[in-house]
């Protein structure tokens, strides 16, 4: 069976595929890393030169504006060299396999690549493939994983909550192909919250979702009940077109967050959503827009978590020899 | 060619034979087992002391990837695979390109698998018509052909109604229909079990589920219609308990499971580690636990290596999109030994899962030394290790999630109608 390929022998991160099986201090570092760059982007003048001269490489293998967008604000903010590329418009199209689109940039002497792809575990092929000293962030995987949408959301909480480990938190929605559902969860236990429940229709869980070390409700206004944090999922119009749901009205009304439903969380609890929001099928306007919805700030610290992220893998490289 | 194998420790398990005894070739036939024949002068004697002399293998599921997948393996390195792990008589499956759907296909396989001179082949024919699960083939014409059996190989077959035509047709003529358990739209784009595995590295799923009831279906057909069935590659606790449940209501059919669902569980895939991509799905232990001790209690009549050779730029891609299957020619017998050495099983009843239960199975005369049979023998060192470099493997194919692990049982040497095929 082949190691888990993020961490060095000496236990340092060398890429950031998934939160399984990251030590809590590892998340703990990335989170503290993050509120020193939270000024940063609040200055006048946005930028450190942490990453001066790096070249990395965006690479969206399946189409997306907001994560791509924040990974190319955070690495110029750290000085960096960035290059977009959407492959699924490109190679793949003209028959190049995955990894000799990877052999071809790093010949380009990339430092790092973003790697989103619609395949579960593709970024695990690549950071395998890879030399050392060249890194690989996980900017979402199939339904695997989305390890800083999860960091982010971890700042997020703390930043509101301070502490982890009195939380009661609940995830709401499509589980079964959610990769940021995946990663908040081990995210969520590594950090040491007591109580994580998850709120979904059976059709929308994946099989033996309790051995992850969540509670289950299918009825929303039991699992919502005196919860610190409320995490809701996007849902995709298509999955209405299989046979996992009659309608969205239907899902509104039974999962959708409304301020009735809302009402049944602790006073203080917040709301959070890592976009894009379907308005009307998993949160009502009035939540998304009202006092208890952190998710603007959410993205605001997305960049400072994205970051951290890469300033910390960038120190991990071995020093050239001529450096 | 007369061949005198001596001193060996002879394993019959048709017979049951346990025992050191000598072993006489003569004219490609076992000439005597203990006792020298009349006027019998060896060309050649092979000392086999402290080594196991049995019966040469017999797989029940080997892709030799010809016609068409070429690129992945060809009948020459297959077959080199076959000897060199002991195998003497192999069943392959239908689903070459095209599929072993028409008399001339079969025969031109045959063909050139006998000039090669090394294992006998033995096609399975396709049951439907490009394996599109529509038409019936021209069973008895395939049959005159040479194949041995039907199947649809992991193609879906979905209209209940063709496979229950079928099976009666089938039936009409006393053929065998082999078919592996597996309901497609239970499967859709599923990669993985459905259980914990999957839900952590998000990978789609297939249910245990998709076997039993597809069980339940070829069982009722089954009995409804008076086909002989092989179940096919039985990968979960509840399709070892439902084959056992037919068994004890009478029911004629047999069963195989792969020596990979035998040694691993979904736990395997482990960062996605696409030799562990099978079908059907490596499942929990607790399957892996019942599907070994359903090849003890009988409820699995047999082991095969279910070789499915895959090349590496198939492999080497993510998980979901890779192609399913493993190399196993090689790894039959010591992953036998292996299994009976964990579960306690003697090694005769070990060999009997991959000899003569299978060559029933198959309705052929093999896996067995009785005098006068066709000399297929494998001798090999039970007692010596060796690691799996899938690089060394003969086999084109070098994916298998067994890489890297040390082995317990070497082939020494191998037989196929009385001529020494391989040697090490």
Known sequence: MQANPQLDKEGKLQHLLSIEGLPAPVLTQILDTAASFVGVTEREVKKVPLLRGKAIFNLFFEPSTRTRTTFEIAAKRLSADVVNLNISTSSQTKGESLLDTIDNLSAMHADMFIVRHAESGAPYLIARHLRPGIHVINAGDGRHAHPTQALLDMYTIRHYKKEFRDLRVAIVGDLLHSRVARSQVHALSILGVPEIRVVAPKTLLPAQVERLGVHVFHDMAEGLRDVDVVLMLRLQNERMQGALLPSAQEYFKYYGLTPDKLARARPDAIVMHPGPMNRGVEIDSAVADGPQSVILPQVTFGIAVRMAVMSILAGSSPPAAND | MKIHIKNGRLVDPQNGVDAVRDLYVAAGKIAGVGSRPGGFTPNRVIDATGLVVCPGLVDLAARLREPGFEYKATLESEMRAAVAGGVTSLACPPDTDPPLDEPGLVEMLKYKAKILNQAHVYPVGALTQGLKGERLTEMAELRDAGCIAYSHADEPLTDTLVLMRALQYAATFGFSVWLRPEDAFLVRRGVAHDGEVAARLGLAGIPAVAE?????????????????????????????????????????????????????????????????????????????????????????????????????????????????????????????????????????????????????????????????????????DPDAWWRVEPGALLSQGKNTPFAGLEMRGQVRFTLVGGHIVFEA
């Open chain 2, 212 to 380: 039993t009831v597809a069980l339940a279906r070829i069982l009722q057909l089954a009995r409804e219609t008076g086909a002989r069935v092989h179940l096919c590659r039985v990968s979960s606790a509840e399709g070892v308990d439902m084959v056992r449940g037919a068994k004890e209501r009478g029911l004629p059919v047999s069963c195989d499971v792969s020596i990979n669902h035998v040694y691993l569980s979904e736990m395997d895939i482990g960062f996605f580690d696409s030799n562990a991509h099978l079908i059907p799905p490596l499942r929990t232990a607790r399957d892996r636990d019942a599907l070994r001790e359903g090849l003890r209690s009988g409820t699995i009549d047999a082991l095969c290596s279910d070789h499915t050779p895959v090349d590496d730029d198939a492999k080497q891609i993510p998980f979901g999109e890779s192609e399913a299957g493993a190399t196993g020619l090689e790894l039959l017998l010591p992953l036998a030994l292996k299994w009976a050495e964990e579960c306690g099983v003697s090694l005769q009843q070990a060999l009997a899962k991959v000899t003569h239960a299978p060559a029933r199975i198959m309705g052929i005369d093999a896996g067995h030394l009785s005098p006068g049979a066709t000399a297929d023998v494998c001798v090999f």
